[in-house]
Structure formats: structure tokens, C-alpha cells
């Protein structure tokens, strides 16, 4: 009854290729962005920004990143968290070595040295593919981490290996309360997601998607491999550096190389799976669900009052059962749950 | 000149333990086409269990063992029940990440049950060095990393000739190739799985024990399987000898980098010399050392 498109005419191809063709869709996504520019910082705490909405949106852009990759490329990657370590510690440097740099655009050349980076590792992808590829980027992990580790110059020679990341100052403001800094990563999080969107419905993205699909026939109608498969990588590495950087700067505030481990390349990978592959909702939704569930765990066994390592074990348990569980009940993950309820509401209240 | 052999032999019988753990992953990958990344937190529960056992009913070594095989069985059987079956015929990148699912389920139901703090397991193998290689060649070399190999050894001779020789390897080889057509044609995919997911249980467990006794029964035993899989990729993931001579080659030039290039750049190399190692020669040859060539068709 709500959710009916009958009667919205498209008379111009600019209508017909708008992002969200459905009216309600449109109301649906400007009431999403009033209520998180506007309800959110007036409501919420200081502790919800930092322990929930901030990390949330840091993870979405990380997992957006990994999306492309490997949701709409087709190529498997174990190595998402080494890009964000790169995105930050690079930032870290530019703004270090750079008198008077603006901060954002640290962050940009921070993400395209993460690019850099994912090209770099990218290539082997020209040549293996499937678990090969995915054992492969683990290197990227491992190295990348040990880099940061062992070469004193990209901490600053700080003796405990950690860096601070620097006071923020964009256009005269200085981003240092929990309310700035999500307003920022909210801005910087819906700008990267439009272009993702945008850029996974023009060429680029079909190409991404013939690939993923079948690159060998892919390459026999004349995609080029070699430049689709890097500019995935360069795309994802670009957005994970961002998040990496984000991660830094508007989350942690000091962080050691040991943060970007591959149990956040894990954790971000699962976003992916169960928010659902080649799906931008789904990047978000994925991290929501990863955000809150320790959280709502921790609820669980509080009130139960189990001691905490039993906690911490089941919540390991619980995370990969649902992670099996979600791959054989709905393999596309909460994005497709969304999509199946959105059709339903088309014909409701009449079941067909 | 002998300090070198005793870093090249002292690396080698490490590889021996990647081996060991790499079979586990060629095992399961050959004869289901499945890629268990669990295969280490299976080696870690296998441990567990084991020690756990022995410490908390005070029962021995001996009986432990067994025991712990029948778990690993059951374990084995219930992740062919509840994880597999219903993946059937899936692309061969769910299944993967089907496992890692396993992989943390696993971890945290091995610590669920036995706690968290390191154990320490002891075999009846003592870990001194052979007197004859002192005498001889002025080289230390363990009994117990010798002992490890040869039980490796064993094992892997069992394996290839159960893959080559008897009917269920024949099953085994046609299920890794199409779930789909071995149903077809009245292989019992689920009577295999199970087999398959025991044997890897066994190869878990004897992997847990040894590597158990040498560093401890603790959580970075799940690490092991970090370990095996360049060793995996090295060698190719659907070869046995491709786990042994992959797991030799990555086992002693490790050891070598680490003491010979190491220093150079700062040490701490181990982590992921193996991995650049490994890539740096699936640019020249993608499907390993022993893997079979891919063929690709549209």
C-alpha cells in the first residue's frame, strides 16, 4: 500500500537513471540522512558516538571498500585491515611532514597511497585466483604490519611503536568532540557511499561484475582484465586507506600497527558475508550487525552474570555459528532479507 | 659451515610440522574440493582436548589419545551434519567461508570447555639432541623432531595409499571434482564427507600433539595454520608431496631468511617471508609446485 511505484511516470532518461527510481525510496533515504545529521547529534551520548555510531560508520566505509573488491570484482581478499593501516599511518605522515596540509586532504593522498598499495598486491591477481588469491593477501597483512612495525620512520620514531593521530582543524573548526568527529565521518561516509553507488551502476562497475562472473569470458569480449581487476583493487584500497585513516583519527585517537590485524580483516570480511555480498545497503547493514552484536552479548551475559571468558567464548561461538548459519539460510545476507521485504510490501496488504 | 646445517635441518623438521598441518587442509580440499580454513582450530582443539582429558579426569596418555580420536570423529561427523550438508553443491568460496565461521566456533568451544590458560603437554619422546650427529657431523638435531618426521612420514604413506589404492580414495578424487555428478552417478557423499572430515580429525590431532609438546598446548596453536598456508600454496593444494616438499622448502628457507636476511632488515621476518615467498612463485607457476594445471573453459 506504502511501498507502490504504479504512477510514477518516467518521461526522460535523466528520471529513468536516477539512484533511487522509487519515490519512496527517495523519502526513505532523506529521512535516513535527516535523522542522522540532525536526530542523531541532538539525542544520542558521548559514549553511543564513540562506542557505537562512529565505529559503525568507520566499518561500513572499510566494508564498502572490501565490497567492491571482492562483492562486485569477484576477487577474495584476507588482507582489508593492511589497506587501513596504510590509509592511516599514511595520513599520520602526510600531516607530520607536511606544514599547514589540510587534514582532508591528507586523508585523500593517505587513501591513494593506500591504493598504491593495493596495486602492488593486486597484481597476482592477474595470474591466480580463488584461494590461491585469498591465501596471497594474507601476505599484504602480515607484511604490511611488520612494515609499520620495523621501520621506525613511519611512527616517528615514537619509542612504543604507537602514533597520535593529530588534532583536526577543517575550515577553522577543530574536530575534537564525539559529536564533530561523527558529523565528519557521517559526511565523509555518505559522500564515498554515493560514489560507490554510482560507480558500481555505470561501465566501471559492469565491468567489475562481467569479471567476478566469469573473467576468462569476461576478458574474451574484450574487458580488460588487467586494468578492471587493479582499479578494483586500487578503488577498494582507496576506500579501506579512508576508513583506516577515519579509524585513526576519529575513532582511536592513538593506535599501534597491531590494531590493523587480521582479525579485523576477519571481522570485516564478515561484515561483507552477512551483510551481503555486492550489495552497498549491505555493507552498512553488515556492520551494524557486527557493531552491536558483542554488544548485545555483552548484555546477555551480563545479565546472566557469566564471568568473562566464558562470555568472550560464546561470543566467538555465536559469531560463527551465524556466520554458517547466515551462509546457508541466505547467502546474500541482510541486504537481500531487505530486498525480499520490499517486495513484499509492494503487494501487502494483499498477498499477491 | 655446520652452523648453517643446523639452521637448513633444524628448518627442514619444522617444515615437517607445517607439513603435517598442511596435509590436513590437501586432505579435505581433495576429497571434497572444500578449503577448511578450520583445519587449525581443529589442531588446537584436538590438542585441548587431549591434555584436557589427561589433566582434568587424570587419566593417561595413552587412553587420552583414543579418546580424543573418537571426539575428533564426532566433531568431524556433526560439521558434515550441520555445516556441509546443507552446502552442497555451493560455490567453492562459500564453503571457505563456511569454515571460517567453523574456524572461531571451533576456538570458541575448545576454550568454552577446557579454559583459556596454556597447557603443557608431554610425550613420551624426549626432546634431546642425537648423540651420533654431535659425534659425526658436530650438528644438533633432536630426537623429537626426528621421531615427528618419521611419524609424518607414516602417515603420509598411509594417505597416498589410501588416496591411490583403495575405492574410497576413487570416491574421494570424484567428489573433489563435482559434488553434483558423484551424487549422480551413487557415491555416498555424505558417508564420504564424514570420512574424510575424520581422517582430517586424526592428522589434526597427531599435528596438535606434536606441536603441542613443543610449544605448548595454548591458543597460538591456531596460528599453525597461518603457517601451512603457504606452505599450501607453495606446493599446490591438491598434492600430498606438494604439502611435504612445500612444507620443506618453506620450513627451512624461513629458518635461513631469518637468520641470514633477518638482521639485515630488523628481524621478525618469519611472519611473512613464507607468504612473499609463495606469491613470488605463484607469478611463475599459479597452480604450485605439484598442482594440477587449471584449465579454464567458458
Given at each position: 500500500?506504502?511501498?507502490?511505484?504504479?504512477?510514477?511516470?518516467?518521461?526522460?532518461?535523466?528520471?529513468?537513471?536516477?539512484?533511487?527510481?522509487?519515490?519512496?525510496?527517495?523519502?526513505?533515504?532523506?529521512?535516513?540522512?535527516?535523522?542522522?545529521?540532525?536526530?542523531?547529534?541532538?539525542?544520542?551520548?558521548?559514549?553511543?558516538?564513540?562506542?557505537?555510531?562512529?565505529?559503525?560508520?568507520?566499518?561500513?566505509?572499510?566494508?564498502?571498500?572490501?565490497?567492491?573488491?571482492?562483492?562486485?570484482?569477484?576477487?577474495?581478499?584476507?588482507?582489508?585491515?593492511?589497506?587501513?593501516?596504510?590509509?592511516?599511518?599514511?595520513?599520520?605522515?602526510?600531516?607530520?611532514?607536511?606544514?599547514?596540509?589540510?587534514?582532508?586532504?591528507?586523508?585523500?593522498?593517505?587513501?591513494?597511497?593506500?591504493?598504491?598499495?593495493?596495486?602492488?598486491?593486486?597484481?597476482?591477481?592477474?595470474?591466480?585466483?580463488?584461494?590461491?588469491?585469498?591465501?596471497?593477501?594474507?601476505?599484504?597483512?602480515?607484511?604490511?604490519?611488520?612494515?609499520?612495525?620495523?621501520?621506525?620512520?613511519?611512527?616517528?620514531?615514537?619509542?612504543?611503536?604507537?602514533?597520535?593521530?593529530?588534532?583536526?582543524?577543517?575550515?577553522?573548526?577543530?574536530?575534537?568532540?564525539?559529536?564533530?568527529?561523527?558529523?565528519?565521518?557521517?559526511?565523509?561516509?555518505?559522500?564515498?557511499?554515493?560514489?560507490?553507488?554510482?560507480?558500481?551502476?555505470?561501465?566501471?562497475?559492469?565491468?567489475?561484475?562481467?569479471?567476478?562472473?566469469?573473467?576468462?569470458?569476461?576478458?574474451?569480449?574484450?574487458?580488460?582484465?588487467?586494468?578492471?581487476?587493479?582499479?578494483?583493487?586500487?578503488?577498494?584500497?582507496?576506500?579501506?586507506?579512508?576508513?583506516?585513516?577515519?579509524?585513526?583519527?576519529?575513532?582511536?585517537?592513538?593506535?599501534?600497527?597491531?590494531?590493523?590485524?587480521?582479525?579485523?580483516?576477519?571481522?570485516?570480511?564478515?561484515?561483507?558475508?552477512?551483510?551481503?555480498?555486492?550489495?552497498?545497503?549491505?555493507?552498512?547493514?553488515?556492520?551494524?550487525?557486527?557493531?552491536?552484536?558483542?554488544?548485545?552479548?555483552?548484555?546477555?551475559?551480563?545479565?546472566?552474570?557469566?564471568?568473562?571468558?566464558?562470555?568472550?567464548?560464546?561470543?566467538?561461538?555465536?559469531?560463527?555459528?551465524?556466520?554458517?548459519?547466515?551462509?546457508?539460510?541466505?547467502?546474500?545476507?541482510?541486504?537481500?532479507?531487505?530486498?525480499?521485504?520490499?517486495?513484499?510490501l509492494r503487494l501487502w496488504p494483499f498477498p499477491h | 659451515m655446520s652452523f648453517f646445517f643446523e639452521v637448513f635441518?633444524?628448518?627442514?623438521?619444522?617444515?615437517?610440522?607445517?607439513?603435517?598441518?598442511?596435509?590436513?587442509?590437501?586432505?579435505?580440499?581433495?576429497?571434497?574440493?572444500?578449503?577448511?580454513?578450520?583445519?587449525?582450530?581443529?589442531?588446537?582443539?584436538?590438542?585441548?582436548?587431549?591434555?584436557?582429558?589427561?589433566?582434568?579426569?587424570?587419566?593417561?596418555?595413552?587412553?587420552?589419545?583414543?579418546?580424543?580420536?573418537?571426539?575428533?570423529?564426532?566433531?568431524?561427523?556433526?560439521?558434515?551434519?550441520?555445516?556441509?550438508?546443507?552446502?552442497?553443491?555451493?560455490?567453492?568460496?562459500?564453503?571457505?567461508?563456511?569454515?571460517?565461521?567453523?574456524?572461531?566456533?571451533?576456538?570458541?568451544?575448545?576454550?568454552?570447555?577446557?579454559?583459556?590458560?596454556?597447557?603443557?603437554?608431554?610425550?613420551?619422546?624426549?626432546?634431546?639432541?642425537?648423540?651420533?650427529?654431535?659425534?659425526?657431523?658436530?650438528?644438533?638435531?633432536?630426537?623429537?623432531?626426528?621421531?615427528?618426521?618419521?611419524?609424518?612420514?607414516?602417515?603420509?604413506?598411509?594417505?597416498?595409499?589410501?588416496?591411490?589404492?583403495?575405492?574410497?580414495?576413487?570416491?574421494?578424487?570424484?567428489?573433489?571434482?563435482?559434488h553434483q555428478a558423484a551424487l549422480a552417478v551413487g557415491i555416498p557423499l555424505q558417508q564420504i564427507w564424514g570420512?574424510?572430515?575424520?581422517?582430517?580429525?586424526?592428522?589434526?590431532?597427531?599435528?596438535?600433539?606434536?606441536?603441542?609438546?613443543?610449544?605448548?598446548?595454548?591458543?597460538?596453536?591456531?596460528?599453525?595454520?597461518?603457517?601451512?598456508?603457504?606452505?599450501?600454496?607453495?606446493?599446490?593444494?591438491?598434492?600430498?608431496?606438494?604439502?611435504?616438499?612445500?612444507?620443506?622448502?618453506?620450513?627451512?628457507?624461513?629458518?635461513?631468511?631469518?637468520?641470514?636476511?633477518?638482521?639485515?632488515?630488523?628481524?621478525?621476518?618469519?611472519?611473512?617471508?613464507?607468504?612473499?615467498?609463495?606469491?613470488?612463485?605463484?607469478?611463475?607457476?599459479?597452480?604450485?609446485?605439484?598442482?594440477?594445471?587449471?584449465?579454464?573453459?567458458?
Amino acid at each position: 500500500m506504502f511501498y507502490r511505484e504504479a504512477g510514477q511516470f518516467k518521461t526522460s532518461y535523466q528520471a529513468d537513471n536516477q539512484i533511487f527510481p522509487i519515490r519512496q525510496d527517495r523519502i526513505g533515504i532523506a529521512i535516513v540522512l535527516i535523522a542522522a545529521f540532525v536526530a542523531v547529534p541532538g539525542l544520542a551520548t558521548d559514549y553511543a558516538f564513540s562506542a557505537i555510531f562512529i565505529p559503525f560508520l568507520i566499518f561500513s566505509l572499510a566494508a564498502l571498500g572490501l565490497n567492491i573488491l571482492t562483492g562486485y570484482a569477484g576477487q577474495l581478499s584476507l588482507g582489508s585491515a593492511a589497506f587501513m593501516a596504510v590509509g592511516a599511518f599514511a595520513s599520520y605522515n602526510f600531516v607530520l611532514r607536511i606544514p599547514g596540509i589540510p587534514v582532508l586532504l591528507a586523508f585523500v593522498l593517505g587513501g591513494l597511497s593506500a591504493a598504491m598499495v593495493g596495486i602492488a598486491f593486486g597484481l597476482p591477481s592477474l595470474r591466480i585466483r580463488g584461494f590461491y588469491l585469498a591465501a596471497a593477501t594474507l601476505a599484504t597483512q602480515f607484511f604490511v604490519v611488520w612494515c609499520l612495525t620495523k621501520i621506525q620512520w613511519f611512527t616517528n620514531y615514537s619509542s612504543s611503536g604507537v602514533i597520535t593521530a593529530q588534532e583536526m582543524v577543517i575550515l577553522g573548526i577543530a574536530i575534537n568532540t564525539p559529536v564533530k568527529k561523527y558529523l565528519l565521518t557521517l559526511t565523509v561516509v555518505c559522500v564515498m557511499a554515493m560514489l560507490a553507488k554510482n560507480m558500481v551502476r555505470s561501465n566501471v562497475g559492469r565491468s567489475w561484475m562481467a569479471v567476478r562472473d566469469m573473467d576468462v569470458a569476461a576478458e574474451v569480449i574484450g574487458f580488460r582484465l588487467m586494468r578492471t581487476k587493479l582499479l578494483a583493487f586500487a578503488v577498494s584500497s582507496f576506500y579501506c586507506g579512508i576508513a583506516g585513516a577515519l579509524y585513526a583519527y576519529a575513532y582511536l585517537g592513538t593506535v599501534e600497527p597491531e590494531a590493523y590485524n587480521l582479525d579485523l580483516s576477519f571481522r570485516i570480511l564478515f561484515m561483507i558475508i552477512i551483510g551481503g555480498v555486492g550489495s552497498i545497503l549491505g555493507s552498512f547493514l553488515g556492520s551494524a550487525f557486527i557493531i552491536l552484536l558483542p554488544i548485545v552479548l555483552n548484555l546477555i551475559a551480563h545479565s546472566l552474570s557469566l564471568p568473562t571468558n566464558v562470555a568472550s567464548n560464546l561470543e566467538l561461538m555465536v559469531f560463527g555459528a551465524l556466520i554458517i548459519f547466515f551462509l546457508i539460510v541466505e547467502p546474500h545476507g541482510l541486504a537481500r532479507l531487505w530486498q525480499i521485504t520490499k517486495e513484499k510490501l509492494r503487494l501487502w496488504p494483499f498477498p499477491h | 659451515m655446520s652452523f648453517f646445517f643446523e639452521v637448513f635441518i633444524g628448518g627442514l623438521l619444522s617444515g615437517v610440522m607445517y607439513a603435517l598441518v598442511a596435509l590436513g587442509f590437501v586432505l579435505i580440499y581433495k576429497a571434497s574440493g572444500v578449503f577448511n580454513f578450520a583445519q587449525g582450530a581443529m589442531v588446537f582443539f584436538a590438542a585441548l582436548t587431549c591434555v584436557g582429558l589427561t589433566e582434568k579426569f587424570e587419566m593417561s596418555l595413552w587412553l587420552a589419545i583414543p579418546l580424543t580420536m573418537l571426539v575428533m570423529v564426532a566433531l568431524g561427523l556433526a560439521i558434515e551434519r550441520v555445516v556441509l550438508r546443507p552446502l552442497v553443491n555451493q560455490p567453492e568460496i562459500t564453503l571457505f567461508m563456511a569454515t571460517i565461521g567453523l574456524t572461531f566456533f571451533i576456538e570458541g568451544l575448545a576454550q568454552l570447555l577446557w579454559g583459556s590458560q596454556p597447557h603443557k603437554l608431554t610425550l613420551p619422546i624426549d626432546d634431546v639432541p642425537i648423540e651420533y650427529f654431535i659425534e659425526k657431523f658436530n650438528i644438533l638435531v633432536s630426537q623429537f623432531d626426528v621421531i615427528a618426521a618419521l611419524i609424518c612420514a607414516l602417515l603420509v604413506t598411509g594417505l597416498a595409499l589410501l588416496f591411490s589404492k583403495t575405492k574410497i580414495g576413487r570416491a574421494l578424487r570424484a567428489v573433489a571434482d563435482d559434488h553434483q555428478a558423484a551424487l549422480a552417478v551413487g557415491i555416498p557423499l555424505q558417508q564420504i564427507w564424514g570420512i574424510v572430515w575424520a581422517v582430517a580429525g586424526f592428522v589434526a590431532l597427531v599435528a596438535g600433539l606434536l606441536w603441542g609438546a613443543r610449544n605448548g598446548v595454548q591458543f597460538a596453536l591456531t596460528f599453525v595454520a597461518l603457517k601451512a598456508l603457504p606452505v599450501l600454496i607453495l606446493g599446490g593444494f591438491t598434492s600430498v608431496p606438494g604439502a611435504i616438499v612445500g612444507g620443506l622448502i618453506i620450513g627451512a628457507s624461513e629458518k635461513l631468511a631469518e637468520v641470514y636476511i633477518g638482521p639485515l632488515v630488523g628481524g621478525g621476518i618469519e611472519g611473512w617471508f613464507p607468504y612473499v615467498l609463495a606469491l613470488l612463485f605463484l607469478l611463475v607457476r599459479p597452480e604450485g609446485l605439484f598442482g594440477e594445471k587449471i584449465i579454464r573453459r567458458i
